[in-house]
């Protein structure tokens, strides 16, 4: 059975069409619909509802509430939402949404584009196809922001370029996944689980990326008799300047002494 999408449209840039004074948000759903590969709207029941056609930056409190009406109204039809929405102020309606509506079963994505769908060259047709597969996938809930590949936790986007189509960055928080040829991945309940980087080189990058803290974790030492990976401890403790928490494999002082000693500044311990 096809899976069932709605599709809320506000306007933004992605339904925007050129007028005497530049791009307005014009294009109805349906248009929008209409200008993606059948290949894609052939993959889902999508049912679509115009609620507004607004350039983001005047969308406020009110239309939010509008918004989350929408959603709300519809929460059980569906196997999931996307909203169309500016880019300007995507991540404050995001955000708005993550209180309004909180512990959605559901996914409810938001994405947006930096090129409008009519437009040779565009980022609209990717983000939408990106975001109906986000939209049923059995292990996403919650409102998230997909957008350039990423799927972003919706209290924690900030549009951060204004051109590049890569224009959202998750702020102190990783992605909670990605979206490669229309596949979502990210190892979910340790299935299916890829190498994504060396522990060392992920650390400095969440680090970089402002994080206040790491926890590392070997969260199936204890069950497999594994003792902690001392060595990629030690040069995880070496890159990072931010406080190291280590936990997986600690049954012993001798144990907490080691992971001190390889630089953790805390040692945390479960089932012992
Ligand atoms: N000004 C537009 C809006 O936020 C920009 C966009 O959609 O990217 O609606």
Same mark, same amino acid.
């Given at each position: 059975?096809?899976?069932? %999408?709605?599709?809320?449209? @506000? #306007?933004?840039?992605?339904?925007?069409?050129?007028?005497?004074? #530049?791009?307005?948000?014009?294009?109805?759903?349906?248009?929008?619909?209409?200008?993606?590969?059948?290949?894609?709207?052939?993959? +889902?029941?999508?049912?679509?509802?115009? %609620?507004?056609?607004?350039?983001?930056?005047?969308?406020?409190?009110?239309?939010?509430?509008?918004?989350?009406?929408?959603? =709300?109204?519809?929460? !059980?039809?569906? $196997?999931?939402?996307?909203?169309? *929405?500016? !880019? $300007? !102020?995507?991540?404050? !309606?995001?955000?708005?949404?993550?209180?309004?509506?909180?512990?959605?079963?559901?996914?409810?994505?938001? @994405?947006?584009?930096?090129?409008?769908?009519?437009?040779?060259? &565009?980022?609209?047709?990717?983000?939408?196809?990106?975001?109906?597969?986000?939209?049923?996938?059995?292990?996403? *809930?919650?409102?998230?922001?997909?957008?350039?590949?990423?799927?972003?936790?919706? &209290?924690?986007?900030?549009?951060?370029? &204004?051109?590049?189509?890569?224009?959202?960055?998750? %702020?102190? +928080?990783?992605?909670?996944?990605?979206?490669?040829?229309?596949?979502?991945?990210?190892?979910?309940?340790?299935?299916?689980?890829?190498?994504?980087?060396?522990?060392?080189?992920?650390?400095?990058? +969440?680090?970089?990326?402002?994080?206040?803290?790491?926890?590392? +974790?070997?969260?199936?030492?204890?069950?497999?008799?594994?003792?902690?990976?001392?060595?990629?401890?030690?040069?995880?403790?070496?890159?990072?300047? %931010?406080?190291?928490?280590?936990?997986?494999?600690?049954?012993?002082?001798?144990? =907490?002494?080691?992971?001190?000693?390889?630089?953790?500044?805390?040692?945390?311990?479960?089932?012992?």
């Amino acid at each position: 059975m096809a899976r069932r %999408i709605l599709l809320l449209t @506000t #306007g933004g840039t992605i339904a925007s069409r050129p007028t005497e004074e #530049g791009l307005a948000p014009g294009l109805a759903g349906a248009e929008l619909a209409g200008l993606l590969p059948r290949g894609i709207t052939d993959a +889902y029941d999508l049912t679509i509802q115009d %609620i507004l056609h607004l350039d983001s930056s005047n969308i406020q409190p009110e239309e939010w509430q509008t918004i989350a009406r929408h959603v =709300f109204d519809n929460r !059980t039809e569906y $196997d999931g939402i996307v909203i169309t *929405h500016g !880019t $300007d !102020t995507m991540a404050y !309606t995001a955000a708005a949404l993550s209180y309004l509506i909180q512990r959605s079963p559901k996914p409810i994505v938001l @994405t947006g584009a930096q090129k409008p769908i009519g437009f040779d060259a &565009t980022d609209s047709r990717t983000n939408l196809r990106d975001s109906f597969e986000c939209a049923c996938t059995r292990d996403m *809930h919650g409102v998230a922001i997909v957008f350039n590949g990423r799927v972003i936790l919706g &209290t924690r986007a900030c549009k951060t370029h &204004t051109k590049s189509f890569d224009a959202f960055a998750s %702020i102190n +928080y990783p992605n909670i996944a990605d979206v490669r040829d229309g596949r979502v991945v990210k190892g979910v309940n340790f299935e299916g689980l890829r190498d994504v980087s060396d522990p060392a080189r992920l650390a400095a990058h +969440y680090s970089g990326q402002g994080a206040d803290e790491l926890v590392f +974790y070997d969260i199936t030492a204890s069950a497999e008799g594994r003792r902690l990976f001392a060595d990629a401890l030690r040069e995880v403790a070496r890159t990072i300047f %931010i406080p190291l928490t280590v936990g997986g494999g600690i049954s012993s002082l001798e144990d =907490f002494d080691r992971v001190l000693k390889c630089g953790a500044d805390k040692v945390s311990v479960n089932t012992g």
